[in-house]
T-cell receptor, first 113, second 114 residues
Framework: AQTVTQSQPEMSVQEAETVTLSCTYD???????LFWYKQPPSRQMILVIR????KQQNATENRFSVNFQKAAKSFSLKISDSQLGDAAMYFC??????????WGAGTKLIIKP | NAGVTQTPKFQVLKTGQSMTLQCAQD?????MSWYRQDPGMGLRLIHY???????DQGEVPNGYNVSRSTTEDFPLRLLSAAPSQTSVYFC?????????????FGDGTRLSIL
């Protein structure tokens, strides 16, 4: 069975600096999708970025980018120029051949002003 | 456009009581699902539906029932609430089961069982 591991329960970063959140996963599949979701205190789950495993190019969305290492089964999220509004729980999720999402436990990101 | 709407946002129940969490979407999505979110854990799938009249169990279905009589609505029922069901519940939808588009989430229902 697939698993998703986020080893950092909490991270903090100074405003305007860069932070990287880690995610590793375990799978025997070769074709899958990976996602990062943001959950602010409002509880709403917001898609930040997604990566298709067959694409070698790392996905980028404005200040958010990923470092996808397929062989290492690693999918880290880099947030550049951190802003106060980035403070939230961040969840990594995997979607494989059964089309269901498997979620990591989340990382709480704190932004220091 | 409302997206996915969950009601209520908060609820407190006593052990043994029953209740229904409501979920409605206005995007004509075929696929809908219910998750629970507990501290220190990722979201876990309770039940899902690939279309009206079709439901199936997820990872943690025990203690919960669902039905899907219309495309728009996917209520989650707790028949006899237990303290272990204290959690935040999320409803989500996407176009179809095989769609690779991301799911749309509701704002969640925080449920406390005393």
């Amino acid at each position: 069975a697939q698993t998703v591991t986020q080893s950092q329960p909490e991270m903090s970063v100074q405003e305007a600096e860069t932070v990287t959140l880690s995610c590793t996963y375990d799978t025997s599949e070769s074709d899958y999708y990976l996602f990062w979701y943001k959950q602010p205190p409002s509880r709403q789950m917001i898609l930040v970025i997604r990566q298709e495993a067959y694409k070698q190019q790392n996905a980028t969305e404005n200040r958010f980018s990923v470092n996808f290492q397929k062989a290492a089964k690693s999918f880290s999220l880099k947030i550049s120029d951190s802003q106060l509004g980035d403070a939230a729980m961040y969840f990594c999720a995997y979607k494989g051949s059964n089309y269901q999402l498997i979620w990591g436990a989340g990382t709480k990101l704190i932004i220091k002003p | 456009n409302a997206g996915v709407t969950q009601t209520p946002k908060f609820q407190v129940l006593k052990t043994g009581q029953s209740m229904t969490l409501q979920c409605a979407q206005d995007m004509n999505h075929e696929y809908m699902s219910w998750y629970r979110q507990d501290p220190g854990m990722g979201l876990r799938l309770i039940h899902y539906s690939v279309g009206a009249g079709i439901t199936d169990q997820g990872e943690v279905p025990n203690g919960y029932n669902v039905s899907r009589s219309t495309t728009e609505d996917f209520p989650l029922r707790l028949l006899s609430a237990a303290p272990s069901q204290t959690s935040v519940y999320f409803c989500a939808s996407k176009q179809g089961f095989y769609s690779n588009q991301p799911q749309h989430f509701g704002d969640g229902t925080r449920l406390s069982i005393l």
